[in-house]
């Protein structure tokens, strides 16, 4: 049953109501027509309140996300860009274009990396460039419930290299403000391969704004380097502030309390009285990577779950830490953006920090 405008509908109170179920939720296929993101395919999902974006030409990962007509993602300078736009090593920050979230992985997470034989692996992977192959949309009642789904197979390959599969379904539920993304990753080649993944969610103004903050529970903190222990004497990483001109970024490294398998991160806009929270299944994703970047243009809070450390494949190997995928072996993944507003914000406790 779905609970929408204040009322609690049946399918066919619904359908008394309106001519298509297209007036509240549906899916679009489209292509940008101009600009850098030309050629480039999405589907438009609205549900709602809600209505998001997600790049087939780059891993279905989300690009946009709104709420009651409130974006509450960061895009970077260059704005929606297509893969051919793609750049490497010290020129990677010209085609990393933010979104909701994009995925990194799985070769690598993190800077450039030279490997021993020559080849160079970029700067957060391949994974954030893979088109979707086999994709679709559907859109259909279960009972009193009405699901939107999207799905599509990126494939990470190289002749004499690796051959990893990631299957990706993304499902939202008419009249809940969630959008749920369930992974599935295969090794279909005969040898080990890394596997280095992150979710790279960021959330942008006006629901990142001076006196945002957010909400975790974490058992654990590291800082990533000096820059990071340096402004975590001055405060607590939870909390955020204005725009600052030529602010360094911090970034942390959390492992969070859990609720069963499962731990959330929650940004909190106390003026919009409007949240986003971030939840995921920490036993393929233990860490909480924190980008917290207050420099003025590129505003923006990281909150990604992750099953690595974003130093690199190398790094990752040299630590012990790497995680590997057997032949044939599968991993699931589980991430769920979920937007609280009215009763569900006012549940919210209060800051934590000073």
Known sequence: MATLYGQQLTKQD????VGSVETLAGIRLMEHGAGRAKGMGLYDVVNGDLRFSLNIDKCLD???LYYRGVPLFFLARGGEMAPLWYSDGPNAPRSITGGMFFTCGFNNVGPLQTLENGR??????YSRTSPARMHGASAAWDGDEYDLTVTGEMREASLFGENIVLRRTVTTRLGEASIHIHDVIENENVHPAPLMLMYHCNVGYPLLDRNAYAL???KSTRCRDEVAREGLTQEDCRVFGAP???YAEQVFYHRLIADGNRCEATLVNPDLKLALRVSFDNRELPNLIQWK?????DYVMGLEPSNCYPEGLQAQRDSGELRTLAPGEQVHTDLTLSVLADEAFAQ??????A
């Open 293 to 297: 970047c207050k420099a003025s243009g």
């Open 348 to 353: 919210l406790p209060g800051r934590q920090g």
């Open 14 to 17: 619904l359908l008394r109501r």
């Open 244 to 246: 600052v001109d030529h």
């Open 120 to 125: 160079t692996l970029p700067q957060h992977g």
């Open 62 to 64: 989300l690009g946009s």
């Open 216 to 218: 975790f529970d974490a």
